[in-house]
């Protein structure tokens, strides 16, 4: 299981300009879990010279994403809500840590948490998905 997380989670990420031009560093990857993380840039700032919670978000929403996939089928978004708990200033550091915390055959719920290099919690994500049959990459 483990290799095949791997996996999913490489061939993911050569695919995922998005996440590239974030900046996102996998952490680590197991099946069900995944830890990213990222560093705040001047162009991720909002008009108030915070980030923009659309990259909190991002950040959060691809670890979701790599976690609910490391099983080796497409798993699709089908609900996600945040709460932003705390701003995000220039050059933090971001770390977010999904977990799945409602596993499922078709639907499954996974908790990301992130927080700053401080260990401070900056946002809660929770997702939903919907797990198809389609493997994501042959022989996973």
Partial sequence: MQQQAEKVVKTMLEKDAYSRWLGIEL???A???AVVRMKVRGEMLNGFGVCHGGITYALADSAF???ANTQGRISMS???SISYTRQ???DDLLTASAVESS???KIAV?????TNQR???????RGTVYRTSKELIAHA
């Avoid at 996974?110 to 992130?114: A, E, F, G, S």
């Avoid at 260990?119 to 994500?125: K, S, T, Y």
């Fill in 27 to 29: 952490v680590k990857i």
């Fill in 31 to 33: 099946p069900g879990t």
């Fill in 65 to 67: 994403a790599f976690a």
């Fill in 78 to 80: 089908i609900q996600n």
């Fill in 88 to 90: 995000v200033q220039l």
């Fill in 103 to 105: 596993p499922g055959d």
């Fill in 110 to 114: 996974y908790d990301v948490i992130v």
């Fill in 119 to 125: 260990n401070e919690e900056v946002a809660l994500f």
